[in-house]
């Protein structure tokens, strides 16, 4: 789980950068005269620069969106993407979104303390922005407050009818407050995952439908593939792991099929 978590977030960095790099880049049918500012060889370098970068982009675009054999939009396999997609959700399983008083019943003598040892951390905000909206329990402050290492004994610990069974408890709130920060990292890390994909799917999507544009006498492929990837799409929204976990899910694949729809609604 660990080494998962790691390449989770190594992932959402990746796809955010790879994200603003295709947004900085305009597709080439909507570079205007207007990007050719300044007159001389300077001007039209950076001009024909952007041009080379967007039609770079297009072939990418295409190699991701459209079946590798030809551009024909034939799928005889699910389409990568949605393929990629399915992946990454089977890879944020067991990450779940309940806090740690939804999961974990702790001991009314420690509910105090469990609260008190609580922090602010920075994370990824649904902006992208890190902020301090991740709470943490700090585990050192949590048995300090419980009086471990000190002379004096803890409130709870007084009321209780041996020394092992003072220990014991003291271990197994412990253990349930790591699991507790366990459970609120990854809650934020499939959050930042599904947030940058669906911002990478956005971007392609609209590289895509933005891009050279075929003529009247040849079909255009660009609707046929998002209408693909959305028939693609459209029976994971049945399957029973959206109704075990349906606030990542759904909001995950329904973020994905907006795209789709708006993708094919440009190429109309």
Known sequence: LQLRRVLLAQTALLLQVVTWEMRIAKPAALQTARSQEGSGIDGHQRAEMRRTVA???QEIVRELCMPAES??????RPPFLIGVAVRLLEACEGFGSASASDRYAVRAELQNMFGASSCKC???SDEGTLTMCLELHDPFVFRRLCGEGTKTPS????????ADTDRGALLAASEQLCEAN????AAVLTKAVTRTFNLFMSAIFFHLAEGSRPSRAVTDPRGQCAR???EALLPRLADED??????????FLAGLAAILVQTMQRTE
């Not at 551009?71 to 005889?76: I, N």
């Open 55 to 57: 039609e770079h982009l």
């Open 71 to 76: 551009h024909d939009v034939g799928y005889s």
């Open 122 to 124: 920075l994370a990824p």
């Open 155 to 162: 409130a709870w610990g007084a009321q209780s009818s041996s």
């Open 182 to 185: 366990r459970l609120s990292c």
């Open 228 to 230: 693909a990837h959305l």
């Open 242 to 251: 959206v109704a075990r976990n349906p606030q990542t899910r759904l909001e």
